[in-house]
């Protein structure tokens, strides 16, 4: 029982150290780094906590974006041997990365990274795709120009680039996001003065999202998220399910909002607009928006601009100001005081067996 004492004694303050610091902190912060790059944003986490995103370095008076990975604690620039700008825009639980990377003459080509091997993807027709969303059956989904340089969303599965059309008397769509029952959103526009309208695709089926603007992610329990237009210079962030939508709201100091994702526990993120025009990441969660700077330490010198993705452990990348300059991060959300006593419960216990 003595050597029980002792490692107790070592183990219970590391474990309780985070619910010390403050009881409004729920999130640890991560500066993910960006491989000396002046300015890095993330765009997708999967379960594993794999990260994907891109870095812009500045070369010779220009600007270049380069893709990158973080795992387990490490970064890694996705860029091709031959230089060649890219982005990385999705990864699935399997580590299949997905985006887009440049091609000669200015095109840009959809693309994915598999065991660090790049593979573009192709085209509709025309010079132009990008692919912003994969599932763990490696269907993607994004948008490429069509042989008459018209936009359109596309899915891509077993080798082969599918046009998924448009809505009602469109004229453009754009794939943004899919599910694992191979439920598909974007955006797109109908007949009418209406510009943008949200969809879900199934099964060569486009369905109007009537009052979302645009749909950006869909979980795995078919809830979307996106924005709609609420007045001229207002948009907020909304949440549609089962033919209704949800307004998610802004928060006191904020004039507009606006969905990135979605997970599995109904938690959503994304960014506000603040009173003085600034952006601030936001996290939806139990009915109750915050602005995620007021759930990380305090005077930890980070300003969260904008939370990109959220997997279902609950934790969110994105971007935002760190030492004067954009940094990606990841939060992992602080364990809830009776979780740690029930793991510290069981360890006590397993030590116990183990003597």
């Known amino acids: 029982m003595n050597r029980v004492v002792i490692f ?34 993330t765009r997708a986490i999967n379960d594993n906590g794999e990260v994907v995103g891109f870095l812009t370095f500045r070369e010779s008076g220009h600007f270049e974006d380069h893709a990158f990975m973080w795992k387990q604690g490490n970064m890694t620039d996705l860029v091709p041997i031959d230089g060649r700008e890219c982005g990385a825009l999705a990864i699935n639980n399997s580590g299949l990365i997905v985006g887009g990377v440049d091609v000669p003459d200015n095109d840009f080509v959809a693309c994915y990274w598999e065991d660090g091997s790049l593979t573009e993807i192709g085209t509709l027709g025309g010079n132009y795709s990008v692919a912003w969303g994969v599932n763990s059956s490696g269907q993607i989904v994004g948008m490429s120009r069509d042989i008459d340089g018209i936009d359109r969303a596309f899915i891509w599965q077993n080798g082969f680039m599918t046009n998924l059309g448009t809505m009602e008397g469109g004229t453009f769509s754009f794939a943004l996001d899919i599910n694992e029952s191979g439920r598909a959103v974007g955006y797109g526009n109908i007949a009418g003065p209406q510009p943008f309208l949200g969809f879900v695709w199934q099964n060569g089926i486009m369905t109007p999202l009537e009052g979302l603007t645009s749909a950006h992610a869909i979980n795995n329990l078919d809830q979307i998220v996106g924005f709609s237009k609420i ?51 936001m996290l939806w969660k139990n009915g109750v928006m915050s602005d995620l700077n007021d759930l990380i330490p305090a005077n930890s ?3 969260l601009e904008e939370a990109y993705a959220i997997n279902n452990r609950g934790q969110i990348a994105g971007h935002g100001s760190f030492g004067g300059e954009i940094h990606p991060f990841l939060l992992t959300p602080v364990p809830e005081p009776g979780v740690l006593l029930i793991a510290v419960s069981l360890l006590v216990l397993w030590i116990k067996r183990s003597i």
């Open 8 to 41: 107790l004694s070592m183990f219970l303050p590391l474990v309780f150290t985070p619910l010390q610091v403050s009881p409004a902190v729920q999130y640890t912060i991560m500066d993910l780094g960006t491989l000396g790059a002046p300015s890095a944003a």
């Open 231 to 281: 007045a001229e210079e207002e948009t907020h962030a909304f949440m549609w399910e089962d033919g209704s939508l949800t307004d998610l709201g802004i928060i006191q100091g904020s004039l507009t909002s606006v969905a990135h994702d979605i997970n599995d526990l109904t938690q959503v993120v994304g960014y506000l607009v603040m009173d003085d025009r600034s952006a601030h990441a």
């Open 301 to 303: 010198g980070w300003i």
